[in-house]
């Protein structure tokens, strides 16, 4: 491990006259403290835990036949259609063609105002992201409903007419 220079091994004499002897020097050997290190190192990334994935956690609806449940009216749904662009296209009721557009940070004032103008046990909010919409936006989306505390939504695929109305909104403008 450490080495000790012996080339002078001459008596040690006390008294005048007697040369002194030189120091002898010590060379350190840190190839044991290399090993030390990459151990260390092994047991501490197979020691530390991953982060753990941050999920936020999806209620899936009971499977209830249809007769049992009673119809929602239908001004209590709004539709979020969600384009590309953080563009996001809604409209109330059943009727498409009364489509709006809005942007992904404003959407939380249309959701706060139908839902201060609906019931709030018959508010009911569909998204439907369309293929040129964001994963992120998506996620957004449904954080929007958790902060709103909209209790009623679901992801629902876009059907082909509505996605057709959103592009031509979207080249109107």
Same mark, same amino acid.
């Not at 499977?63 to 563009?87: C, E, F, H, R």
């Not at 809604?90 to 009727?95: K, Q």
């Not at 103008?117 to 439907?128: A, E, H, L, N, S």
């Given at each position: 491990?450490a080495e000790l220079d012996?080339? &002078?091994?001459?008596a040690?004499?006390k008294?005048?006259?007697v040369?002194? &002897?030189?120091?002898?020097?010590?060379r350190?050997?840190?190839?044991?403290m290399?090993?030390?290190?990459?151990?260390?190192?092994?047991f501490?990334i197979?020691?530390?835990?991953?982060?753990?994935?941050?999920?936020?956690p999806?209620i899936?609806?009971?499977?209830?036949?249809p007769i049992?449940?009673?119809?929602?009216?239908?001004?209590?749904?709004?539709?979020?259609l969600l384009?590309?662009n953080?563009?996001?296209?809604?409209?109330?009721?059943?009727?498409?063609?009364?489509?709006?557009a &809005?942007?992904?940070?404003?959407?939380?004032?249309?959701?706060?105002?139908?839902?201060r103008?609906t019931d709030?046990?018959?508010?009911?909010?569909i998204i439907?992201p369309?293929?040129?919409?964001?994963?992120q936006?998506?996620?957004?989306?449904?954080d929007?409903?958790?902060?709103?505390?909209?209790?009623h939504?679901?992801?629902v695929?876009i059907?082909?007419?509505?996605?057709?109305?959103?592009?031509?909104?979207?080249?109107?403008?």
């Amino acid at each position: 491990m450490a080495e000790l220079d012996n080339a &002078s091994d001459t008596a040690h004499k006390k008294g005048p006259g007697v040369k002194k &002897s030189k120091k002898r020097s010590t060379r350190v050997d840190l190839t044991p403290m290399v090993d030390l290190g990459f151990l260390l190192i092994t047991f501490f990334i197979f020691t530390t835990s991953m982060t753990k994935p941050r999920v936020m956690p999806l209620i899936m609806p009971k499977d209830v036949p249809p007769i049992d449940q009673p119809p929602v009216p239908k001004s209590a749904v709004i539709t979020l259609l969600l384009a590309k662009n953080d563009q996001v296209y809604y409209y109330e009721g059943d009727d498409p063609m009364q489509m709006k557009a &809005s942007d992904l940070h404003s959407i939380r004032d249309v959701l706060l105002d139908k839902k201060r103008r609906t019931d709030p046990t018959w508010f009911q909010v569909i998204i439907k992201p369309s293929k040129d919409a964001t994963y992120q936006n998506t996620v957004n989306t449904l954080d929007e409903m958790t902060i709103d505390d909209v209790h009623h939504y679901a992801m629902v695929d876009i059907t082909p007419e509505e996605y057709t109305l959103i592009t031509a909104l979207r080249s109107q403008h």
